[in-house]
């Protein structure tokens, strides 16, 4: 089976350009997370989803992101305009429960220069 | 401050060493599970014991939970080069309105020399 697919797997870009990244969740599950991993904070759930619905977006950094979930099988996360300070590793996750494991994608390294 | 707070931070042995990580938590929770990231990758999850559980294995892992403590232990026994990774805890907090929320620990890097 498919795990977790995320787009683009490295991304470089300049200060206040749009960044999006995107994920497919694994087929049947009902919850996908936004993680942000970065040294000095560790891993911080961002956004998560229910049936396609954000549940809690409390970890959502600022206004400049934004996340969606148009159908079940996609997930964009928006940063505009990036900044350097969002340079970090970005992870979705998917689960089928909201009390099962998760299943993490492979990330997407972001380097705002 | 983090739910999950690892200990040690970084362990480093020899391959066929028994390695020990542990966590600490502050809430009620409704399970806690352990994750391994390989340097590069994603969180791969490893076990999940719930609250009503003191002990539970998966092969070469153990883990035990003492919920009176507030407080779980990883075990991996007879370790390999392959173990190698960081390694999370992650509490399923009880009750309120994070349903299907995770919060994670800082991790503990283990190194396993061959």
Known sequence: DAGVIQSPRHEVTEMGQEVTLRC???????????YRQTMMRGLELLIYFNNNVPIDDS??????????????SFSTLKIQPSEPRDSAVYFCASSWSGHQPQHFGDGTRLSIL | SQ???????????????NATMNC???TSINNLQWYRQNSGRGLVHLILIRSNEREKHSGRLRVTLDTSKKSSSLLITASRAADTASY????????????????????TILTVHP
């Open chain 1, 24 to 34: 497919k969740p694994i087929s049947g599950h009902d919850y996908l997370f936004w």
């Open chain 2, 3 to 17: 739910q999950g707070e690892e200990d040690p931070q970084a362990l480093s042995i020899q391959e066929g060493e």
């Open chain 1, 59 to 72: 970890g959502m950094p600022e206004d400049r992101f934004s996340a969606k979930m148009p159908n079940a």
């Open chain 2, 24 to 26: 600490s938590y502050k």
């Open chain 2, 88 to 107: 999370f805890c992650a509490t399923d907090q009880a009750g309120g309105t994070s349903y299907g929320k995770l919060t994670f620990g800082q991790g």
